[in-house]
């Protein structure tokens, strides 16, 4: 995996690019919901960095050993805790956590790869109290 500063955009949007791919495929509702929210701006990215983002961590996992499509999660348990750890700042993290909710929910399935994406998140950024409110929040 490429390295990203903690707390960048870039990093930020991996965790984005890792909820959008959880499930295995990189449906339409996904794409639309990034469109429609603005997420590459709530992240303070220009639209196609966003996109540069999603890519290179597809290049990435495709060039890794640990890619199991089979899997209910692309990456293994190390990788996701490497990748949450890049999320230090809180506020940072709610946003985070109720845009993949929102990206998980777009198909109107929850898919197993995406419940162990959020409950990543959950679990490493300390949001276990947070997680009811952060649900109903969303717009």
């Not at 984005?16 to 449906?27: F, K, P, R, S």
Request: with cysteine.
């Amino acid at each position: 995996m490429r390295h990203y500063p903690r707390n960048s955009p870039q990093a930020a949007a991996r965790i984005i690019a890792l909820t959008v791919v959880a499930d295995g495929d990189i449906g339409r509702p996904e794409l639309d919901l990034l469109q429609r929210l603005g997420v590459h701006a709530q992240l303070g990215l220009e639209r196609h960095e966003l996109h540069d983002v999603l890519d290179a961590f597809c290049e990435d996992l495709l060039s890794s050993q640990q890619l199991k499509w089979a899997d209910a999660c692309p990456v293994d348990e190390r990788t996701l805790a490497e990748l949450m750890r890049d999320i230090e700042e809180p506020t940072l993290r709610k946003r985070l956590l109720r845009l993949c909710i929102e990206l998980a929910e777009s198909d109107d399935h929850v898919a197993e790869g995406e419940q162990i994406v959020l409950n990543a998140a959950v679990e490493h950024w300390g949001l276990r109290r947070e997680w009811p409110r952060l649900i109903d929040q969303q717009p």
